[in-house]
């Protein structure tokens, strides 16, 4: 069998390699490898969580502004176009 794929018996054909024709992936694996080893060290290796601050930071505190102080300049708007909305299912 030649060395080239479709090279001709006695003829000078410029024709690709075999490994080039098959469509073999390369060079992802080293890059794989450093992906898996990444994701393996995070996945067991996680370094020590300050639970403390977690909860100041979840639990919020008293800094922010509470929902009742401020006051929505849209809420009313609902209640007065309800009877002068012309596509609601009572005017049917």
Not at 11 to 20: E, F, K, N, Y
Not at 36 to 42: C, D, G, I, S, Y
Not at 54 to 61: I, K, S, T
């Amino acid at each position: 069998m030649p060395d080239f794929i479709g090279a001709p018996r006695g003829g000078s054909a410029i024709v690709l390699p075999r490994h080039v024709c098959e469509g073999v992936a390369m060079g992802r694996g080293r890059a794989k490898a450093k992906q898996t080893k990444v994701a393996r060290e995070l996945k067991y290796h996680s370094p020590n969580t300050d639970l403390t601050a977690l909860q100041r930071e979840l639990g919020g505190g008293s800094t922010s502004v509470s929902d009742s102080d401020e006051r929505d300049p849209y809420s009313d708007d609902d209640t007065e176009d309800d009877a002068d909305d012309r596509w609601s299912s009572s005017s049917r």
